[in-house]
């Protein structure tokens, strides 16, 4: 269903002199939704993502955001806002001053925007550091202040380029659940950029998987983990398998992949390594025509009947297991 605010992207390009970074890409973002554009370095994420904030000319087509073409609009008349990945804080502000920022560009009196900058600070838990500057935070508390930052200007659609890139391993894994929450708190729709997938699974409502200035596959997150439509999608995604048979190739799922005896499988191979990974052992096998497959065992299956580098095996599966993919 459509909703008023819809963010619709049409035949939407970038071009940098020569450089295609975005290719006359079409999407429509369903109001309210936790969205993940994800891909490899330079397949043209942030690019997209600019043009939606306004930072970058559009070089063709058009960005419809409540019904109004918003792509010739400046920055802070669009109904979007952006947090940035290295957050851009001012570093001679107190937090509650950064926060409250664009509120007094807009000629905001000081009562209303320390006010609504104080609103912004409590929703993300800041309060008690409103006094601080910003080299006085944590990575994860700077993040925060950005976040309010970005929000107190009542964006229907947040712009989040690699959020969490700056942050440890631990500090990324507490901070994304903390965005997942904001979001459904406040319903509105995110747009984070990332190259993760283990990122964009654990966020993503939808997931758009870009590959050369193009978009390869949009759809809820478990159905382009599930149902990957390309090589290049199931390899990025990962935890998949793609093998191309003489009727074409599929991808299936490492942990769909069964070990049998080789005379009555789909395939025969060669074990190649064997990872324990506490639940799991993961499986490698050869085979032939230099193709290498990884099967994901449980930990019970595999000590039930341990194998070792160098056993001839046969791989097996389910046959709604495999997905045939496009080129
Ligand atoms: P991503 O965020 O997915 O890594 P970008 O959107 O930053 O990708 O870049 C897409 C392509 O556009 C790349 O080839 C990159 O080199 C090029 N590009 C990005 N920004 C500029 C720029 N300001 N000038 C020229 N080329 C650029
Ligand atoms: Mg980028």
Redesign the pocket.
């Known amino acids: 269903m459509r909703s008023e605010l819809d963010l619709e992207l049409v035949s939407l390009t ?1 071009r ?2 020569e ?1 295609v ?2 290719d006359a890409i079409n999407h429509l973002f369903h109001a309210g939704t936790y969205a993940c ?1 994800l ?12 043009m939606l904030a306004g930072h ?1 000319i559009v070089t063709e087509g058009a960005i419809i955001l409540g019904g109004h073409d918003i792509s010739g609009l400046p920055p802070a008349k669009r109904g979007t806002a952006m947090m940035f990945q290295n957050y851009a804080l001012f570093p001679h502000l107190s937090v509650v001053d950064n926060v409250a920022f664009s509120l007094r560009m807009k000629g905001v009196d000081a009562p209303s925007r320390l006010k609504r900058a104080g609103e912004m600070l409590e929703l993300v838990d800041m309060t008690a550091f409103a006094d601080r500057l910003p080299a006085q935070l944590s990575g994860g508390q700077q993040q925060r202040v950005a976040l309010a930052r970005a929000l107190i200007t009542k964006p229907q659609v947040l712009l989040l ?2 959020p969490l890139s700056a942050l440890d391993p631990f500090l990324r894994i507490r901070m994304r659940a903390e965005l997942k929450s904001l979001q459904r708190e406040l319903g509105i729709t995110f747009i984070h ?1 990332t ?1 993760g997938q283990d990122e964009a699974l654990a966020l993503a409502d939808e997931i758009v998987v ?1 590959n050369n ?1 193009r978009i390869e596959q949009a759809g809820p997150a478990r159905e382009v983990f599930d149902a990957p439509r390309t090589a290049f999608v199931a390899r990025f995604i990962g935890s998949h398998n793609v093998i191309a048979l003489p009727e074409g190739k599929i991808a299936v799922r490492s942990d769909e992949l069964r070990l049998t005896t080789p005379d009555a499988a789909k395939l025969q191979g060669r074990i190649t390594g064997v990872e324990y990974q506490g639940t799991h052992v993961a499986l490698t096998a050869a085979l032939a025509g230099e193709q290498e497959v990884t099967a994901l065992l449980t930990d019970k299956d595999f000590f039930g009947a341990p194998k070792d580098v160098g056993e001839a095996v046969g791989l097996d599966w389910d046959s709604q297991a495999a997905h045939a993919l496009s080129a």
């Open positions: 970038k940098y002199g450089t970074a975005v554009l891909g490899p370095s330079g397949c043209g994420k942030s690019s997209t993502l600019r970058e380029d690699e950029v190259h870009m200035a």
